[in-house]
């Protein structure tokens, strides 16, 4: 009998479904599967989840017994809302009368949801006044939005952040009759009536279609022998159980991009950079600042929502995006893609298949423009020419990437397109790739200045696929240094498979007190929990926005206690060669300010008399890096007046600004990131919420550093 603890992770991508099972003591892969993304299937893209999670476990001779933990992205929720498969949506507002209810009535009376795509979410509405909300008074209402064509019901109260229990009424009620509910306040907890009603009613737009195939999958891996709860990939780089997704399923919109930035930051030792899963018909682009990814609140069709999720880029371009091209030359690469259209890659077609090639040019699908490149060989076969094509003819590809293939056949396939345009096989393949480059850096760029990260701080990373088609070329042209992990194809399966429960609250407080952040924290760890979280793995985040009082508690915990770690630990003088690497200079200019038992501070002195900072734990990550900072050793007791002398030695005065330092803490294995704090009592107040239960004599340290910008 097999004592084996496996974990799997499988990511929906646009091409293909990937699974992977990861021993849960060594983190070794101990198999792989892969099967074609099932987007026409009738139970869409979760037959292939089901699929590849069977030929993975059938092919690796694993137990189904040893899975402790099952998760999978979807990108149903998502291509839902891409497609316009939505259902209706009645919205029932709920407050109180008089000119106060006239403002709530019309808050929640939402227009149709235009999607961005020529699709629509369309939209009913009803308002109950508060002294008459009576059970028969709420059936009579939904049967009002039902007989309308509404599939799905929105409940949302004014101030229903504050008391849900009317919110939930409605949901008791409706459920009575089997009719799905969207509690708003239960999406979110930001004030807002009108963009928590919208965000609430695009989830219960998607509600019924992600119920069934939710369940479907369920039952599907239940008859396979797993007993665990399924998991599923949120967009802010978590998990959380399946009941609770059946809740919330535009949680999980961009799980995709999520899951492939988990995986990267488990594999890299990253702090800050730009991050890109390259797929076969797209490609995400994203950041990692301060070792975490970059979250935002999402846009759908043009509409602010309050649904957190990482802050990505979506182009259509990867590694298997065809050509246009004309007698001129190339005209644009993508969106079109290999895959798609139903053609192989020439690049991974055998040599002795690609006889008297000849070009055309053709329509892949309707509505798409007639010059796309393709191939047709002697034997009647077509084939085409895509950026992975290019990239393997020009040299960048590498023997041991994922993208490599037969140069030999790419060159061959291309030269016909090369005669017809007059030019040599290396010029269409640069043409290719620099097409592909121009929409690329202007995104780079764009998140860079978002996020402020400056350049000679950016690294690339590249995960998915067909990283090895598009990075090194990016990487070149714009100056950057970059790195393709190990396992980049199936690096978003991994990352599902390792990632940790993840909830957020957030809330508006002016002038919060000790009190009221505590009770964030614990709200926040309770939904953790909920999740499938273990409660003694559980860590709260706290960050405050003092322009618009927002409180974001970000609870993170894992749904089993991991007992070993991905990475060897590193000694002080492996920290302090990557360290001097990140710096960019040696390691006898690198001066070591702080350390404990996890974490190594180090600081270079710059020519200007600023001194750069990283913060390095034991596994050799980064977890800060800073361009002009200092360091401090100090007790619990000590922390307070310490935080206070570095909040005035390091503030900044421009005309009439005062640009605050952003300060860290150090204590036990956490860094705690206090970045954006605008106020010293209020930065206390938090600090304390953090160690105040701690020993006053435990040993911390404190990190601070300017915003000169």
């Known amino acids: 009998m097999s004592n084996r603890a496996i974990r799997v992770g499988i990511d929906v991508g646009g091409t293909h479904t990937k699974a992977v099972a990861i021993d849960n003591l060594t983190h ?37 017994q040893d899975v402790i933990f099952i998760a999978h992205s979807t990108t149903q929720a998502t291509n ?51 002294k008459d909300m009576t059970d028969s008074v709420v059936e009579s209402a939904i049967k009002e939005l039902t007989d309308c064509g509404s599939q799905v019901i929105v409940a949302s109260k004014a101030f229903g952040v504050d008391n849900i229990t009317e ?93 492939s930035v988990v995986g990267a930051l488990m594999y890299l030792r990253a702090s800050n950079g730009v991050y890109f899963e390259v797929g076969g018909t797209s490609t995400n682009i994203g950041v990692i600042k301060n070792g975490r990814p970059a979250v935002d609140y999402s846009i759908v069709g043009g509409h602010p929502t309050y649904i957190n999720s990482l802050d990505v880029r979506v182009l259509g371009i990867a590694g298997g995006s065809m050509v246009r091209a004309g007698k001129e030359g190339i005209k644009d690469v993508g969106p079109r893609s290999a895959h798609i259209a139903g053609m192989p890659y020439a690049v991974y077609t055998p040599e002795e298949e690609i006889l008297d090639p000849q070009v055309e040019f053709f329509c892949p ?53 090369a005669d017809y345009m007059g030019q040599t096989v290396e010029q269409v393949a640069e043409a290719i790739l620099a097409k592909s480059y121009e929409k690329i850096k202007p995104v780079i760029e764009t998140l860079a200045e978002k996020y402020k990260l400056e350049k000679d701080q950016i690294s690339l990373v590249g995960v998915g696929g067909g990283a090895a088609a598009l990075l090194p070329y990016t990487a070149e042209h714009m100056g950057l240094s970059y790195n393709i992990p190990e396992n ?102 690198v001066t070591l300010a702080a350390k404990n038992n996890v974490f190594y501070v180090f600081t270079s002195e710059k020519a200007d008399g600023s001194h750069q900072l990283r913060i390095v734990d034991k596994k050799g990550f980064i977890k800060i890096q800073r361009g002009d900072g200092k360091a401090a050793d100090c007790t619990v007791a000590q922390a307070p007046s310490v935080i206070e002398q570095m909040w005035e030695e390091l503030s900044v005065y421009k005309s009439d600004i005062k640009l605050t330092p952003d300060i860290y803490l150090c204590a036990g294995g956490k860094v705690l990131d206090f970045e954006g704090m605008m106020d010293l009592d209020q930065l206390q107040m938090v600090v304390d919420t953090e160690i105040g239960d701690r020993e006053p004599d435990e040993q911390v340290i404190l990190v601070g550093a300017k915003n000169n910008i």
């Open 488 to 589: 980049a194809e199936v690096i978003s399966s991994i990352g599902v498979a390792l990632a940790m429960v993840r909830d957020v609250v957030e809330r508006v407080i002016p002038n919060p007190s000790k009190q009221d952040i505590a009770a964030i924290k614990k709200e926040a760890a309770d939904l953790a929990i909920a999740g499938g979280a273990l409660p003694d793995s559980i860590e709260v985040q706290i960050e405050i926005d003092a322009q618009t009082s927002r409180i974001t508690a970000i609870a993170l915990g894992s749904t089993e206690v991991q007992t070993t770690d991905l990475l060897r630990a590193c000694t002080e003088e492996d920290a302090r060669e990557i360290a001097a690497q990140s710096l960019g200079t040696t390691t006898d200019k």
């Open 80 to 130: 839902a809302l891409l497609e316009g498969d939505v259902a209706e949506v009645g919205v029932m507002g709920i407050g109180k009368g008089g000119l106060e209810g006239m403002l709530a009535k019309k808050q929640t009376k939402l227009d149709d949801i235009d999607l961005g795509t020529g699709r629509t979410i369309k939209i009913h509405h009803t308002y109950l006044k508060l």
């Open 167 to 259: 919110e939930e009424q409605v949901q008791k009620v409706a459920e009575k009759h089997n009719i799905p509910v969207s509690v708003a306040s239960e999406i979110s907890k930001l004030y807002g009536l009108t963009r928590r009603t919208r965000t609430a009613a695009i989830n219960a737009s998607i509600l019924p279609k992600m119920l069934d195939t939710a369940s479907s999958t369920e039952q599907s891996v239940r008859s396979a022998g797993i007993e665990v709860p399924l998991m599923i990939m949120r967009g802010d780089g978590g998990v959380m159980d399946i009941s609770e997704m059946k809740k919330r399923p535009v949680l999980t919109m961009l799980s995709g991009p999520a899951a």
């Open 28 to 64: 070794e892969i101990v198999g792989k599967a892969s099967v074609m993304t099932t987007h026409d299937h009738e139970m869409g893209v979760s037959a292939g989840v089901i699929k590849a999670f069977q030929n993975c476990l059938n092919a690796n001779s694993i137990d189904p």
């Open 365 to 417: 699908k309707k509505g798409d423009p007639s010059d796309y490149v393709a191939i047709r060989l002697a034997n009647g076969k077509r084939i085409t020419i895509t950026n992975s094509c290019a990239a393997n003819v020009l040299g960048i590809v590498k023997p041991e990437d994922y993208s490599y293939g037969n140069v030999a056949s790419a060159r061959k396939a291309m030269q016909p397109l």
